[in-house]
């Protein structure tokens, strides 16, 4: 079989080989045997590609994916919570999903409910991303507006539904007016197109009751304006650096509005968080994903074959959905 790794670093579309692997073999005791059925290709794998991922570069080479959704096709000795035929998180936390079958220590892993393959393929890192961080900055009520950028990601649409459910009021910047009418469809109460005006624009929105929480994917001059477009003492949650600049906050937002920047990792909660509590986490977020409650967009899936047009395709702007990996098809 083949699987995605990359030898040096570099644009993923051009680094990235596809190399001949041996077969994983049977699972051993604690372990089980998985089929990859579909992996998302997240800013993160491209990131990664170009060595700008994490506190420091990884060690070359470096086996590519870091989410996807597997069927379980055998089980080792020991391992009673899972039997062949469900569906798991593939390998989460870890890289190497680019492949057709890999073999993972079970205890991680747990059946999904039935739901959405692309949407299940998805589950492991945006979802999360976006509850826990409308849940572990700033006490929300009912009524309470949020403010986020780059609201068309993946991470973007799971936050304006989560944040609907909860009842909480959703601003969301983009950088493309189309983006408005798909945005409101989710359940978004508004939609701005970034620029020098943000701050009057959301006050125009909010009024007084300016946002306490802001969701900053993008860095740079973009947390600047959402800095400026927050209430008093608010939070700017940073999770991203997507216009690849360092976050910009004036000092007079800082200390004389109290606007406080922390950043979000997923990586750190999964280290801090027992497995009982991701494992609870994505049960809820899997059952959302089964009721319809949560719907990311789509925009194309590729067999792993062809993975430079799939790396390509995933680093264009404007695309209308994630770009997906189907490395048994
Ligand atoms: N910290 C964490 O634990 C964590 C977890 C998950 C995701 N993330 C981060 O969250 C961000 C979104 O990830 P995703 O998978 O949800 O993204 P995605 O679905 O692949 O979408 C990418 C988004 O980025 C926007 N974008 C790209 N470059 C931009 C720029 N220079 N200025 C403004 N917007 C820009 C795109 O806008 P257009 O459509 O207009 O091109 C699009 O909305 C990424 O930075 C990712 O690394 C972080």
Redesign the pocket.
Known sequence: MKAIRFSAFGPAHEVAELIEVPEPGAPGAGEVLLEIERS?????DL?MFEGRYGAAPPKLPVWAGGEGVARVLEVGEGVDHLAPGDRVLAILGSRGNWRPRVKAPAARLFALPPADLDQLAMLG??PP?AWLMLHDFVTLAPGDWVMQ?????????AVIQFARRLGYRTVNV???PE?AAPLKALGADAVLV?GPDLAAQVLAITGSTRPKLGID??A?E?TRRMARSLADGATIAN??????DPCQVDAADIVFRDIALR?????N?FARQPLAAQHALYRQLGDALADGSLH?EVEAVYPLERFREALAH?A????G??VLLAPNE
């Not at 999770?239 to 690849?244: A, E």
Request: aromatic residues 8%; positive net charge.
């Open positions: 998302s290709i997240n800013p993160a990131l890192v945006n991303t950028n780059a609201a068309n990601s993946g991470v973007g649409q983009v950088r493309r983006q970034d994917a993008v740079g973009a999770y991203g650096l997507l216009s690849g950043g979000f990792w997923l990586a909660w990311i995933a264009r702007p404007a695309r959905g994630k």
